[in-house]
């Protein structure tokens, strides 16, 4: 570095920046509904679709430039310090600032910055209450008057917005043929092997969380050969306002699809239960699930 001449001064500002960074299959309705008595009490919880989305795939920001902001900055630093100019004036005044006030680097304290490298933000937290993904393993579904229950398997992990389907006897793609849907990610099917659900009429669904607590239930009851299809999630499951009755479930359901509106992030809910009409469709029931996001 070069000295200063006793008549000019140079003025080194060090500054530190860190970077934080189906064609349908026998969908319509035809005279007569066989809701069929198949299986037995309990349900096995072994699922035909996807069972997890990882929610490992999205990066946490973090700082990686490994620069220390208030290194070269204080009067310990071992930075030299300006001379005086010739006309007595200190070279530093009005260095950083235009009206007036002392530019004095070492007025500044970067360690005070509110700007810490070290709490940065987790970017996957993608809403307000930081709710990513969501356990649902060991939730259970108790449906009456037929009595039956289906325990969510374990290692059920699913972002935030995932709508859950179960249906009674069909595999996830006889069971979106039948339905005209074509899922992504955003659903996972579980098939009830001909257990649950099994619709005979004045139908309601409870969900218990692993505990056994009640999350929300009993919900409505439902006829033979309609649909109920939830409309404010903010509502209590029990409230008949909350529901949207449809009188012709073949075309009036939409299985994987919640439009809900409200709910809380995070804390799953009852969306929709339909009992198709036709002969042999009753493989088609199904009880929906939906996680907010």
Known sequence: MRTPTPF???????????????????????????????????ADTQGDGPVTTD?????????????????????????????ESSDGTDPTADASSSDGTSGDPTDTDPSTSTTDPGTTTDATETDTQGVEF???????IIQT????????????????????????NASSATFQDFWGQSWGDEVVYFEGLDVFPTINGAETYSLLDPDQNL????????????????????????DDGAWELGLSPNFDSTPGVAS?????????????????TGSGNFDYEFVEIHVPG
Request: aromatic share 4%; hydrophobic share 35%.
């Open 8 to 42: 000019v001064a140079t003025l080194l500002l060090f500054v530190g920046t860190t970077a934080c960074a189906g064609a349908e299959m026998n969908r319509g309705a035809s005279s007569g509904d066989d809701v069929g008595e198949g299986g037995s009490s309990g």
């Open 55 to 83: 929610p490992g795939t999205s990066g946490d920001a973090e700082d990686s430039t490994g620069v220390d902001p208030t290194a070269g900055v204080d009067g310990e630093s071992g930075a030299t310090e300006p001379a």
């Open 215 to 238: 999350v929300e239930g009993p919900t409505p009851p439902l006829d033979l050969a309609t649909v109920l299809a939830r409309t404010d999630a903010s509502a209590a499951g029990d």
């Open 134 to 140: 969501v356990d649902l393993s060991g939730y259970t």
């Open 260 to 276: 809900a509106t409200g709910g809380t992030v995070g804390v799953p809910y009852i969306s929709e239960y339909s009992d198709p």
């Open 145 to 168: 008057d037929s009595a039956r229950e289906f325990v969510i398997p374990d290692n059920t992990l699913v972002n935030v917005g995932t709508v859950i389907v179960i249906g009674r």
